[in-house]
């Protein structure tokens, strides 16, 4: 199948020269498709997101397969070129979440952090079974989970989540 | 010789799997690890969603764990490929001092910095290199036969996470073979279990955890031996083929003597049957 190079966006490739130079090394081998295993069922496409967002036809915030990356490192690791599709990915995703665009389940994971520390919640079965286990409590303190949002707040987590 | 430790657990194992935490403690307790678990601690940012909604974010998140560790003057364990990568990749990232400054510069408003005089361990790579150590608490050789799931962040990215090779890994063969057990030779290119598609889209998720299991199903091994708590998830809870799962560290606890009691194998929801000792 072909590229699509519609709505060809300078901005867009500017910027991610910017975020992930080694974008640009991508010389379309199909080494990442070929070992992605969410490609493989129909999931994100990396090798043909590589192209699409080096020549700047790809909006981040109305991809949704970007969301479809396990983030294996498959992709990068095969690269020939050193072009880091897992890293690019990522980078895509973060531009989507400044659009305002994530989805609800990480969207709550990310208000978890903020709020608690973790990313995975304490339950009254969390407390029961370290009992019956002999473990040590393991609460976050206070601190931690102040400190722990001021960066979120000074790094870009805490604009995402609240909005 | 390994300076003294810091245990870092993570989240997903001291919440939902706090079993595979006491499996963990029970074999740092018995190599006579000198550890203690690391104050302040919060998740290290898990690197499949979280990090990349924020990269920033993640790298001041994990620098200020490491600055914790550097302070304390002890190295940090974790018992997770997920807080391996996340750290190992941030521990990377710092050593480059222009990023390390302007990351120091957020760590300044919380009255932190970050030198870069810290290393990041992970269980089985801390298992590896005390070979001697470890083969010598064995008392009981677990007769099972076992396929590894390294689990894609114990492998990759190899150039920083430099625990094994991402092509045919042998750390995990290594030691379940320490352990008595009896290791199938996995995939070339270990296979993802999908749990960072979890809760995103559950229909492809389950697709790649069929993917991974798929083999050890084939061979009628009697456990998946994993190093990775997401993994171990996906295989004991989401997995619908019934094959059982260990997490690394259960092995090489019950190998050294551990009841199945003491280290709460009861918790899994699929069950795993064990050589009569």
């Known amino acids: ?163 | 010789m390994t300076r003294p430790l810091y245990i870092f657990p993570g989240c997903l194992i001291p919440t939902r799997l706090p079993f595979l935490e006491a499996a963990s403690r029970f074999v740092l307790d018995r190599m006579g690890a000198d550890c203690a678990d690391l104050p302040g601690a919060t998740c290290c940012v898990e690197p499949i969603g979280l990090r990349t909604m924020a990269r920033e974010t993640w790298l001041a998140s994990s620098a200020r764990l490491l600055a914790i560790a550097e302070e304390g003057g002890r190295d940090v364990l974790t018992l997770c490929n997920g807080c391996y990568m996340s750290l190992k990749e941030a521990h990377h990232a710092l050593e480059d001092d222009l990023v390390r400054r302007r990351v120091n510069e957020v760590l300044g408003g919380i009255g932190r910095e970050y030198r870069g005089e810290v290393q990041v361990h992970h269980l089985p790579g801390y298992l590896l290199e005390h070979e001697e150590g470890v083969r010598r608490l064995i008392t009981r050789p677990m007769g099972l036969r076992l396929a590894p799931h390294p689990g894609c962040h114990m492998l990759r990215p190899s150039e920083v996470l430099r625990l094994d090779r991402s092509f045919r890994p042998e750390v995990l063969d290594k030691i379940a073979s320490w352990a008595g057990a009896t290791v199938d030779p996995g995939p070339e290119w270990p296979a993802c279990c999908g749990g960072g598609l979890a809760g995103i889209d559950e229909v492809l998720s389950a697709k790649l955890l069929m993917d991974s299991v798929r083999g050890p199903q084939a061979s009628k091994v009697d456990a998946i031996l994993t190093p990775c708590p997401f993994c171990f998830v996906q295989f004991d809870i989401k997995q619908k083929e019934g094959v059982p799962v260990l997490y690394l560290a259960e092995l090489m606890a019950l190998a050294m003597g551990a009841s199945p009691e003491r280290i709460g194998l009861r918790y899994h929801r699929t069950k795993i049957a064990l050589p009569s000792p």
């Open chain 1, 1 to 163: 199948m072909g590229v699509r190079r519609t709505a060809y966006d300078r901005e867009m490739a500017d910027w991610l020269g910017n975020v992930a130079p080694l974008a640009l090394l991508c010389q379309q081998c199909g080494g990442c498709a070929a070992v992605c295993p969410s490609q493989r069922h129909g999931g994100i496409r990396p090798a043909e997101l590589m192209e699409r967002a080096v020549s700047g036809s790809l909006d981040p915030i109305r991809e949704s397969s970007l969301w479809l990356c396990a983030r294996c490192m498959s992709c990068s690791e095969r690269c020939p070129s050193g072009a880091d599709p897992g890293e690019v990915i990522a980078h895509l995703r973060e531009r989507a979440v400044v659009g305002g665009e994530v989805p609800a389940f990480l969207r709550e994971e990310a208000q978890r952090f903020l709020t608690t520390g973790l990313s995975f919640p304490r339950t009254g079965m969390t407390r029961k079974m370290r009992k019956e286990l002999g473990l040590p409590d393991g609460e976050v303190s206070a601190e931690a989970v102040a400190e722990a949002h001021e960066i979120c707040q000074r790094t870009g987590l805490g604009r995402a989540v609240h909005d």
